[in-house]
T-cell receptor, first 109, second 117 residues
Framework: GQNIDQPTEMTATEGAIVQINCTYQTSGFNGLFWYQQHAGEAPTFLSYNVLDGLEEKGRFSSFLSRSKGYSYLLLKELQMKDSASYLCAVRDSNYQLIWGAGTKLIIKP | GAVVSQHPSRVICKSGTSVKIECRSLDFQATTMFWYRQFPKKSLMLMATSNEGSKATYEQGVEKDKFLINHASLTLSTLTVTSAHPEDSSFYIC?????????????FGPGTRLTVL
């Protein structure tokens, strides 16, 4: 079966750095997405990785290792507005998006 | 940009009634639209994929007669929850893709919260 694993919940302090991990086992791989979702709202796109390595976009970076079936989302200089759920999704060989359950990130002052 | 709207954003209805949710791509033509359902603290669950002008492809376990999907044009798809019951209460989200078979990035609508009394 296909599976995406992420921690259920993480807590971090305002101004700090947090890393959210995602491991996957899917039938084929055609890219990995990270989305941010605030409570009661639809997901918004954060990043896309299809090749190994680090993609940096402002305070957010995303890393991918296809051989390990592993990705992480790195958030720097955390702000209170970063409190949200972060969803990892993998596109399989049929170009279907397989979604993780999301990681709820709680930012404390 | 690639903006997707949904209407209504919230709806409360009585058990047994039908509810229609609209999903529109405002500034691009959406060859493919997706309908998701999300329960509290759970991940997105794909319900169906629809391509303009053809019948929707439903995921296993999703009742096609209960969740009617119409993709009448390249900018509009509708989801009708027929004879809604309290267990249908959920957050419904649509997304749209410019390509076919979801090969391109999906752009999400703001979601519709359905509460069935």
């Amino acid at each position: 079966g296909q599976n995406i694993d992420q921690p259920t919940e993480m807590t971090a302090t305002e101004g700090a750095i947090v890393q959210i991990n995602c491991t996957y086992q899917t039938s084929g791989f055609n890219g990995l997405f990270w989305y941010q979702q605030h409570a009661g709202e639809a997901p918004t796109f954060l990043s896309y990785n299809v090749l190994d390595g680090l993609e940096e976009k402002g305070r957010f970076s995303s890393f991918l290792s296809r051989s390990k079936g592993y990705s992480y989302l790195l958030l720097k200089e955390l702000q209170m507005k970063d409190s949200a759920s972060y969803l990892c999704a993998v596109r399989d060989s049929n170009y279907q998006l397989i979604w993780g359950a999301g990681t709820k990130l709680i930012i404390k002052p | 940009g690639a903006v997707v709207s949904q209407h209504p954003s919230r709806v409360i209805c009585k058990s047994g009634t039908s509810v229609k949710i609209e999903c529109r791509s405002l500034d691009f033509q959406a060859t493919t639209m997706f309908w998701y359902r999300q329960f509290p603290k759970k991940s997105l669950m794909l319900m169906a994929t629809s391509n303009e002008g053809s019948k929707a492809t439903y995921e296993q376990g999703v009742e096609k007669d209960k969740f009617l999907i119409n993709h009448a044009s390249l900018t509009l798809s509708t989801l009708t929850v027929t004879s809604a019951h309290p267990e249908d209460s959920s957050f419904y989200i649509c997304s749209a893709s410019k390509g076919t078979s979801g090969s391109d990035e999906q752009f999400f609508g703001p979601g519709t919260r359905l509460t069935v009394l």
